[in-house]
């Protein structure tokens, strides 16, 4: 059956949504997902994001979540990052690269804990720049900690 | 209660000065996954979560989960499942059932 924003949207307006029930809706969902990500809603649009890597981890998803990493808002910025631990460890590292060096450190913690277990050569590269250089202390920390972790 | 994560567990320490009663709340930018708000919470540490944007309705939701409230299908009522963005007929309503429920609640003293 084929899936409209009205769906989209009932399963993603609750307070706590249901993500598991609402993968049900599918790639179907995707078009609306995107469109919701670029709309004026940030919560929405965190969810939104969040569900798509959730129902797939092909080139649309991958785009979508692109998308939402260079979101304005920080919000939806934190859901984008969460987003890549259900994306493709390539496709996820690219993107892990860009908020990993995000300006609010809110987004660049939730970044670093999204890091695929085995991150690419530029990743750890960018992982031993936030070791070094990072003005949180958390994140040089929690840096040092996943390249310690992952291994070369 | 159910499930926490750790960064919730560390989150819901914060009680200092709070009594084992008290429900504590806390102010987040964002959740992950993301929700306007989240009631899980560690046991003996009562509270709840409630994102920056959740609707005016979100607080009291939460704070009903955590006295004991479960969804229902109902958009003329604060527990409404299908969320408190769409309440008709604000402010949204609670059954006299779940008053009982929450004055039954052991985090409910007599004051």
């Known amino acids: 059956m084929p899936v409209d924003m ?28 995107a469109a919701l990500v670029r709309g004026d809603d940030a919560m929405l649009a965190a969810k939104a994001v969040y569900l798509t890597s959730l129902i797939d981890a092909g080139q649309d998803a ?9 979101h304005p808002d920080p919000a939806v910025r934190v859901a984008a990052a969460a987003a890549t631990r259900h994306l493709p460890a390539h496709a996820a590292s690219d993107i892990v690269i860009a908020l990993a060096a995000d300006s609010d450190g809110g987004v660049a913690r939730v970044a670093l804990k999204s890091v695929p277990a085995k991150p690419s050569d530029e990743l750890r590269g960018q992982l031993a720049y936030l070791q070094g250089n990072s003005e949180f202390p958390e994140l040089r920390e929690l840096a040092t900690h996943i390249l310690a972790d992952t291994g070369p | 209660m159910g499930s926490v994560t750790s960064e919730q567990a560390e989150l819901f320490a914060f009680r200092d000065g709070m009594q084992p009663t008290d429900i504590a709340v806390f102010f987040v ?5 993301p ?14 979560a409630v994102a920056a944007g959740a609707t005016r309705w979100t607080l009291g939701h939460e704070v009903g989960h955590v006295l004991g409230l479960d969804h229902v299908d109902n958009n003329d009522q604060l527990m409404t499942g299908n969320g ?15 008053g009982a429920t929450m004055d039954q609640s052991a985090l409910t003293i007599d004051i």
């Open chain 1, 6 to 33: 009205s769906d989209v949207r009932a399963a993603l307006e609750r307070d706590e949504p249901d993500y598991t029930q609402a993968q049900q809706l599918g790639p179907g969902a995707i078009p609306h997902l």
């Open chain 1, 62 to 70: 991958i785009k979508v979540v692109a998308d939402a990493a260079s």
């Open chain 2, 29 to 33: 930018r964002s959740t992950v996954p």
């Open chain 2, 35 to 48: 929700t306007n708000g989240c009631a899980a919470h560690p046991g003996g540490r009562p509270g709840a």
């Open chain 2, 84 to 98: 408190t963005g769409r309440i008709t007929n604000p402010p949204p309503d609670l059954l006299p059932s779940e």
